[in-house]
């Protein structure tokens, strides 16, 4: 059973940048959409940024100009490279692939 696998969460002061990256533990698998999604303590899950296998992105409108989705579509892979991080943005993000969802990785911003 395919699953996605997260990297690159931590600790990170304010004003930051942070990389993460989900890959399919299987391939091939094919992903129409993928994307990052988080949830901070006491909030619903929210997105963060999508992107189709065509390219066409999604953000946030809270993350626009400091967060960049990418993939790599062969290789099943997204990445969200997160600058300018704030305090705000502390949360487990997910990976998303469709219907599957990755266990979570946590972000945390603080001094």
């Known amino acids: 059973q395919v699953q996605l696998v997260e990297s690159g969460g931590g600790l990170v002061q304010p004003g930051g940048s942070l990389g993460l990256s989900c890959v399919a533990s299987?391939?091939?698998?094919?992903?129409?959409?993928m994307g990052w999604y988080r949830q901070a303590p006491g909030n619903e899950r929210e997105l963060v940024a999508t992107?189709?296998?065509?390219?066409?992105?999604r953000y946030a409108d809270s993350v626009k100009g400091r967060f960049t989705i990418s993939r790599d579509v062969p290789k099943n892979t997204v990445y969200l490279q997160m600058n300018s991080l704030q305090p705000e943005d502390t949360a487990i993000y997910y990976c998303?692939?469709?219907?599957?969802w990755g266990q979570g990785i946590q972000v945390t911003v603080s001094s």
């Open positions: 299987e391939v091939p698998a094919f992903f129409h959409t």
């Open positions: 992107m189709s296998a065509g390219g066409h992105t």
């Open positions: 998303n692939g469709d219907l599957l």
